[in-house]
């Protein structure tokens, strides 16, 4: 399927967000979306001071290697593979059209992680705060790997601060428009619901798509001598999991057999999927054997060494930052996160 057409079936939802969202929160300024042909894995969110209007990039290639992962690989040969992430606990027969549309799903929760992440940028504050400490000149917050270390008045530790929260920000808007979604007819879910079989499923499945977009972007890559105080972003093992902690609390609130998530159910989640896709990047020539380490951590390191860091970042950069997001957010400050 051409690219142009997968874009075509996920804009008008967005832009309905995005609408919504204006009318709502009395936003002036204007958010665009836009798609560019840099043929890299990549999305932005900037200002543009001089019009008054924020910008969401996404390059086609994020449509395309995430439509391309998933329609290459959910279907007769991988038979496991679609059982897993139908989540239906039993036996199926093989059918090509379930398996489309188990596909097209995925995408579309990814799609829309990515899209949500960069509106969390504009929504919280963030670009609002980082053009008024920078020189002026419409920097973008993006999602590719670049390890930069000039990050325009923001520090590394900042800037992954942001990060993180931009992800807690699309999960919990994921989550509010799939459980609201799933009520509604007709609904944006329509041509998934035979996918879908509860809405229990819906949390699993958004998981499930957060762990692969993350194992995309290399999750299991063998690290570099990558100092954290340098980068722009820390491990995305550390970031994963503060992502589905997010799904955790946010399960917790519902007063509905969806509570008993926890990361004890979902960590081999992890494992189990990342054999797959580590494979599939390979054979794709997206990497080599050779960049991939062992990817089974210790519960030491799951536990402590991610957690820590992380923990860190909570205590000594939020507290900072939070109050100078505040006057750029358009949500309110207990909704910032924390
Ligand atoms: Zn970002």
């Given at each position: 399927m051409s690219i142009d057409i997968v874009i075509k079936n996920h804009l008008p939802e967005w832009e309905q967000l995005i609408k919504e969202l204006r009318e709502k929160n009395k936003i002036t300024s204007e958010i665009n979306i836009e798609f560019s042909n840099?043929?890299?894995f990549n999305a932005t969110a900037k200002k543009i001071v001089s019009n008054d209007r924020y910008l969401i990039t996404i390059d086609r290639e994020v449509f395309n290697m995430i439509y391309n992962f998933y329609h290459s690989t959910v279907n007769k040969e991988n038979p496991q593979f679609v059982k897993m992430l139908s989540y239906t606990g039993c036996e199926m027969e093989y059918n090509e059209e379930y398996a489309k549309t188990l596909a097209d799903f995925y995408v579309y929760l990814t799609l829309k992680f990515i899209f949500l992440h960069e509106l969390g940028h504009i929504m919280n504050g963030h670009l609002g705060y980082y053009n008024s400490i920078n020189d002026g000149m419409n920097h973008a917050l993006n999602m590719n790997e670049d390890i930069a270390k000039n990050f325009n008045g923001l520090s590394a530790h900042e800037y992954q601060m942001l990060e993180i929260n931009a992800d807690s920000f699309a999960s919990t808007n994921l989550m509010i428009g799939l459980l609201n979604d799933f009520q509604?007819?007709?609904?944006?879910?329509d041509r998934y619901k035979k996918v879908?079989?509860?809405?229990?499923q819906l949390f699993l499945m958004s998981i499930t798509s957060n762990i692969i977009l993350m194992l995309i972007q290399g999750m299991g890559l063998v690290k570099g001598g990558l100092k954290l105080t340098e980068s722009k972003y820390i491990p995305k093992r550390s970031r994963l999991n503060e992502i589905l902690k997010v799904y955790i609390v946010f399960s917790n609130?519902?007063?509905?057999?969806?509570?008993?998530?926890n990361l004890g159910v979902i960590s081999p989640l992890v494992d189990a999927y990342q054999g797959l896709v580590n494979c599939y990047l390979i054979q794709c020539g997206?990497?080599?054997?050779?960049?991939?380490?062992?990817?089974?951590?210790s519960e030491v390191e799951l536990n402590n060494d991610l957690q820590e860091y992380i923990t860190k970042l909570y205590k000594e950069i939020w507290p900072v930052i939070k109050p100078k997001l505040a006057p750029f957010a358009y949500v309110t400050y207990e909704n910032l996160g924390g």
């Open positions: 840099k043929f890299i509604n007819s007709p609904s944006y879910l879908i079989p509860t809405r229990n609130t519902l007063n509905t057999s969806e509570k008993n998530l997206y990497r080599n054997a050779s960049e991939f380490g062992d990817y089974k951590l």
